[in-house]
């Protein structure tokens, strides 16, 4: 009786730990959809034109 139940034992923990695989494969949430790259290049392209307008600005004060 105590090699049975030794046997069932082992069998519980293999199952339990190839059933925690399967959730260590799956992600814990889906990707987050952001921007497409073109909204992010038009939005890094208007920040890149201020930077560059307050750069001229800073000059012509200086000068």
Known sequence: MGCSARVVGRSLRILKAEAG?????????????????EEQ???LEEQAARLR?????EGQARS
Do not use: F, N, Q, V
């Open 21 to 37: 695989k399967l959730h260590d494969d799956e992600p814990a949430e889906p990707p987050a959809t952001g921007p497409s790259l």
């Open 41 to 43: 290049a038009r939005r």
């Open 53 to 57: 307008a307050g750069i001229r600005e």
